[in-house]
């Protein structure tokens, strides 16, 4: 009996090792937080958080209580949303260390609060990070003056501020810690749809008509991969070289819309979502555009391997170089026979 | 005249028409995206994606046509290997090509009618035709549905993975293309096999 090999074997064991990769897609264990960052956080290390009880005991709920000092009855009323700290997501946040009264007017401690302290204009960044040299490297001041020629300022009538989007209370940083990049354009595209994604409050701080995120994105192919992978801001702003985080929002019809401005050994990602990263790392991957890799991530025409780059052109020219020997014998070798 | 077999009935004609076809556009369109460049594009990116994802899909059908039929036909016989002696077979024909054939010497293991491929043919055709296209389809449609792939493998993107493996199986493909397509014109005469791809019938040499 004739022993054969059919190709089932050859099938057998190079596909089912693959199955591992697709069939069985496990969940990720959630890597640890970067260690490098030595501050705890946290309600127990604000030397302020008793005394900021005093205003969380109102604004820290969903419902708060109000007293009639003349009747003495008392109502129980929803706490506006605007209003509302939450106390775990602030004690998190870039001012977790901070007391209310730091920022906010001392008169704020007295209750019913004046209806004067409603004129009172509020903080802006540059009012505590400005012209300051231990905020110089997160240059706060170029970030004001891409602020004020975007989008954002010069279609509100110069109404948006910085808080629209970085909330006081619950902001962090992350793009400039070298956190997880699906983390960073998670918490950076939260920050556009809270009005983009909403046209209630996207009326709040425009006149201009909102326009559906979904539907205006449709020529996007992988739609919802790109906006895992992307930040809206990679191609609705101007890249500017000396900030980390462009702040200088285009108007729609001036966003980037050739897919080959990312998918191109020169992609423009890597002067916007992965410019920290770029900076930061000095590991090579053998690959072009290797920060991108190294996030666990892959761009189509970024990421071109150097090392199998060479390897084809070098296997390509053997095989061509091989075809053209053999051809030039066949034809020296033919007209011999011929001549015998 | 030299004997002649029809080796290649309609349905394989047809496949091979198609696959031919379906492979040039995934080749062309799979290097103007891995190549992908803002100024100088062999195709332009989106157009190159729509090449790429319709002739990949059709071509994964047009597989079934090759797979079906090899199990339903005869023609599945010539994919099956004697592993007995392979290696002194394999080594046979590779020395005839770079060295008998220019010789004039007669081929170890000529067409006949039991024998439509010689051992480096078999071999290369099961390589292909049962390993990197499976791949490539396993592969491509998982690119094409990225959220089922894996996010993390070995510290390694899935996505990242799935696609440097895809292209190395293209790669060989590609190679594999150039090298059939040389050994095909030494047949009878340069023409005559690429001639039993259009009327089925193969002159024996």
Known sequence: MKLKTGPGYLILLLLVPLLFLYAFNLPVVQEADDPQELIVKGTENNPFSEENETCLRCHGEQKYELTDPVTGMVVRRPMSGSYYIDRDVFYQSVHWSFACLDCHLADYGEYPHALSLRF??????????????????YKFEDIETEHLKSAHYTQT????????????????????????IFEVVRNSNNMCLVCHGDPFKFGLVSDIEPTEIISTHNWLPNQRLHFKAVRCIDCHTEINDSLLVSHNMRPAEEAVKGCVSCHSSNSILMGTLYKYEAKESRREY????????????????????????????LIFGLTLGAVLVHTFFRIRFSKKHHNE | MSE????????????????????????????????????????????????????????????????????????????????????DRLWKQLRYYAYGFFRGEKAPFP???????????????????????????????ALLFPEFILKKFLGFSGIFLSAQLHIAMGFLVSVFLVIHLYVSTMGRTPLSNFRSMIDGWQEAH
């Not at chain 1, 290797?290 to 780059?309: E, P, Q």
């Not at chain 2, 039991?114 to 296209?133: D, W």
């Open chain 1, 157 to 180: 009538n110069g109404e948006f501020s910085c808080w629209n989007c970085h909330n006081p209370h619950s902001y962090q940083v992350l793009a400039r810690e070298g956190k997880d």
């Open chain 1, 286 to 313: 053998g690959f072009v555009n290797s920060a991108i890799i190294r996030n666990n991530s892959y761009v189509i025409g970024a990421n071109r391997s150097k090392l199998m780059n060479y390897g084809s052109l």
């Open chain 2, 111 to 141: 067409v006949g009618k039991e024998r439509k491929f010689n051992p480096l043919q078999q071999i290369s055709y099961v390589i292909v035709m049962y390993a990197a296209i499976p791949l490539l389809f396993l592969t491509g449609w």
């Open chain 1, 120 to 137: 009172e204009p509020p903080y802006n960044c540059l009012d505590c990070h400005g012209y300051d040299e231990t905020y110089a490297r």
């Open chain 2, 4 to 87: 002649k077999y029809y080796f290649y009935p309609r349905w394989i004609r047809v496949w091979h028409t198609l696959n031919a076809i379906l492979c040039l556009m995934l080749i062309v369109s799979g290097i103007s995206l891995q190549y992908s460049d803002t100024d100088a594009p062999v195709i332009n990116f989106q157009a190159a994606i729509g090449i790429h994802n319709f002739a990949g899909v059709a071509l994964t059908f047009n597989y079934m046509i090759f797979f079906v039929g090899n199990l339903l036909t005869e023609n599945g016989r010539n994919y099956l290997m004697r592993r007995k002696g392979l290696r």
